[in-house]
């Protein structure tokens, strides 16, 4: 299997509104750190909405409710993937229009096109971006892991039910230093 690590909405605005826990941005950048040193794919995926949310339906009840607030509008500052686990230089940043990963965005494409056939996947937040492409994921046959602490929601409650009991019906299910245990250069 070949696999990709994929960030996933870990930008400046969603950072500053989902994540208080002050471990978190340092134990991505472990996960990060650990899938370059062994070779896997680093992929970013960001929201940005064009200027005037013409994506933007109103039974969308969450990017209605960001449309109106004039969040994630592409170049717009808070829309930057957060510095402290920025991408290198030619790693590749997929821009998303929806929930999931997948949705309105070429990221298919571009796992397709390296043979990647397994996802690990970490972002912000647990029950909005991850929650969304798991289910893609899966039913587009990707292997799944989920890092569990690399993985934010402002909810701690719901966080723990999808990783504790919703998410390993369908992905492999463990910490950013267990998992670093597996995929360590040997």
């Not at 941005?25 to 929201?47: M, N, Q, T």
């Not at 996947?121 to 991850?130: C, E, N, Q, W």
């Amino acid at each position: 299997m070949s696999s990709a690590l994929l960030v996933m909405d870990v930008q400046q605005a969603v950072v500053d509104i989902a994540v208080d826990d002050s471990g978190y941005l340092p134990r991505l950048r472990r996960a990060i750190d650990g899938a370059r040193a062994a070779g896997i794919p680093v992929i970013y995926v960001v929201i940005a909405l064009r200027p005037g949310f013409p994506e933007v339906g109103t039974r969308n009840k969450p990017l209605a409710a960001i449309a109106r607030d004039g969040l994630f509008v592409e170049g717009e500052p808070g829309t930057e993937i957060h510095p402290d686990v920025a991408p290198r230089p030619g790693e590749v940043v997929v821009t998303k229009r929806r929930a999931s990963a997948f949705s309105g965005s070429d990221l298919d494409v571009v796992l397709r096109a390296r043979g990647i056939d397994s996802l690990v996947l970490t972002g912000v937040a647990t029950s909005a971006v991850v929650l969304a492409t798991v289910c893609q994921a899966n039913d587009l046959d990707f292997g799944l892991t989920v890092l569990s602490d690399a993985c934010a929601d402002t909810d701690p409650v719901l966080h723990g039910v999808l990783t504790e009991r919703l998410f390993p019906q369908w992905a492999d299910v463990v910490a950013v230093d267990d998992w670093l245990k597996t995929v360590a250069p040997r």
